[in-house]
């Protein structure tokens, strides 16, 4: 099952800046004890990405993943979200799908890096 439902890498941009830099559009910011996340669209889609706050900015995985009802991104949209974020200057970029374990962790499935 090669099949992507999230996107991660590692940045030290504040997420709002890079929502701004990727194309987000209508974008909201939250935090919570633990995440800190913004929301937004990116043409038809709507976009969570996501990070650790507790720890510095370039030292976690920053996660994107899509809201609603489909969880798999589509081949176009998947290489527009690359292209946006090499242009941004962001890599490695991980493709692949986090499966939750427990609390906080998560495991991380890589089915393509780009670098």
């Known amino acids: 099952m090669n099949e992507i439902t999230d996107i991660w890498f590692r940045c030290a941009s504040d997420l ?3 929502g701004t ?3 987000l559009q209508q974008i909201e910011a939250d935090a919570e004890n633990v995440w800190e996340w913004i929301t937004g669209s990116f043409g ?3 976009l969570d990405i996501t990070r650790m706050h507790r720890v510095t900015p370039a030292t976690t995985d920053t996660r994107i993943f899509l809201l609603g009802d489909e969880r798999v991104f589509p081949q ?5 979200l690359i292209q946006r974020l090499r242009a941004a200057t962001i890599a490695p970029i991980h493709l ?3 499966v939750y374990i427990t ?3 998560y495991e991380k499935v ?3 890096t780009v670098k």
Not at 76 to 80: G, N, R
């Open 103 to 105: 609390g906080e962790e």
């Open 110 to 112: 890589v089915v393509e």
């Open 44 to 46: 038809p889609y709507r």
């Open 16 to 18: 709002e800046e890079l």
């Open 96 to 98: 692949g799908r986090w």
């Open 21 to 23: 830099q990727i194309g």
């Open 76 to 80: 176009a949209l998947s290489d527009a």
